[in-house]
């Protein structure tokens, strides 16, 4: 027996052994891919114009960078968008105050108003990259909450030297606040998935298999239970 296709008749195991050739490398494939690549200091993401034909990534060492990524729609949908722009400007403060980049007006010996203020702006530039990106606007409000917030502690303290708070200090807090934001995006995303695969499996009346990047997740359903 075989299976017939337009172009004749093809033997049922020559068949099946490509059709899981072909499914095992797209598992591969998926397995690999990744939106974000980001460490402190490095932050690539995927071109998505190129896909599914290219997997290339993007470097983005600053703020200016990110912009034109949004701009030009090498990432879309609504959280990626806010989570690429406030990833730039995370990475470019660092790459300035802790791998001393060059870039005119600001450098690690900035006082703390001169930091603050180029904070603000970086963020306030990634306004006009997509205007109708709702997450982005409001990532740039919490960011930019979270700096006026730190440098009024700070002249609120300004009589105990102890509480002073330095430029590297609200630098810091930008940067674990944004990383924050990425985990959070990927639990939620998680979150998502697994909900999803409930869902189906309620559909299907049957066991459902879900595969991420980093692991793959079983959904029981005789036991109503996920294996992870």
Known sequence: PGVNNKKGFIPTTVYYCFSLLYLLLLLYHINMLETFK????????????????????????????????????????????????????????????????????????????????????????????????VNLFQAIEQFTQLIETETNNNNNDNNNENKTISPLDIVDSFIKEAELMLKKDEESNRKIGLFGMKHISDLLNDDVVLLTRKKYYIFKKSQNLFIF
């Open 38 to 133: 980001y460490t402190r200091g490095s932050f690539q993401l995927i071109d998505q114009t190129k896909l599914p034909l290219v997997e290339e990534y993007v470097d983005i060492t600053n703020t200016k960078l990110g912009f034109i990524a949004i701009r030009t729609m090498q990432v879309r949908g609504a959280p990626a968008i806010a989570l690429a722009g406030i990833l730039a400007v995370a990475t470019h403060l660092y790459n300035i105050f802790y791998k001393d980049m060059e870039e005119d007006g600001i450098s690690k010996d900035s006082d703390l108003q001169t930091t603050k203020d180029f904070i603000i702006e970086q963020l306030n530039s990634l306004k006009t990259s997509r205007p109708t990106a």
